[in-house]
């Protein structure tokens, strides 16, 4: 079997069916492919057997993209979660999330040298890997003085609220990371990032929070696949918009 009837045979065979990956010949298992011909060699489905490994691996690849149905949907999977897949142990599944997490970082621009001037270009950083999430997400663009970013880490997973909020966590690795300035940013799901009352009280919270720890924060940024709201722009605690 040739390489490209081989693509066209895995692309279409039925996850129902036994694993062919024994039957090959050893120079046409994905993993030599990608050693001899490159990964373009190799179609979805063969990339993720070569992360996978052994005598199951089609099998594995198959369950997978049957139940995710997309890469994507597979990115934002828990490591607890595909580990629960028959099969797939812990030291697999923290592969295949170091890899997918490593393939998104590529698509992403260079968050360490990526210098933020405007609103808008704070978006294009964040809304290709916060957009899509499922559950919000808060967390804080850390910048140097001549705004370029050092980090952005997340401080904290599910509704904002100024009720659960700490503070001190925002703060936290800015401090130690002796940024010079922060942006907020979360992330609104549904869809719609207009800001809700606790968006705007968070805001003011950690703005004054920034006053006595002489760390400005020069905006608060709601997130969604297509959009976003600068609660600075919207002249929303900031005061005037620009």
Do not use: W
């Amino acid at each position: 079997m040739t390489t490209k009837q081989y693509a066209l045979f895995t692309a279409t065979y039925t996850p129902a069916a036994t694993s062919t990956l024994p039957a090959l010949p050893e120079y046409e298992q994905p993993y030599k492919r990608v050693l001899r011909d490159g990964p373009n060699a190799c179609n979805t489905l063969e990339l993720l057997m070569t992360l996978i490994g052994g005598r199951q691996a089609e099998r594995i690849a198959r369950e997978l993209l049957a139940h995710y149905q997309s890469l994507s949907q597979l990115s934002r999977a828990p490591a607890q979660e595909l580990a629960g897949f028959t099969g797939i142990g812990e030291a697999t599944a923290i592969r295949l999330k170091s890899a997918l997490e490593l393939s998104r970082r590529l698509l992403t621009p260079d968050a360490e040298r990526f210098c933020i001037r405007t609103p808008a270009e704070a978006a294009q950083l964040l809304m290709q890997d916060m957009g899509p999430l499922e559950q919000e997400e808060i967390r804080v663009v850390l910048l140097d003085t001549r705004n370029r970013v050092i980090a952005i880490p997340m401080i904290y997973r599910g509704s904002l609220n100024s009720a659960s909020l700490r503070v001190c966590e925002l703060f936290r690795e800015a401090i130690r990371r002796n940024a010079a300035t922060i942006m907020l940013t979360h992330n609104h799901p549904s869809g719609d990032p207009t800001p809700s009352a606790d968006d705007i009280r968070v805001t003011q919270i950690v703005i004054e929070a920034g006053k006595l720890l002489d760390i400005e924060v020069l905006d608060h940024l709601i997130i969604t696949t297509h959009r976003y709201v600068s609660l600075k722009e919207r002249g929303l605690v900031f005061g005037e918009g620009r």
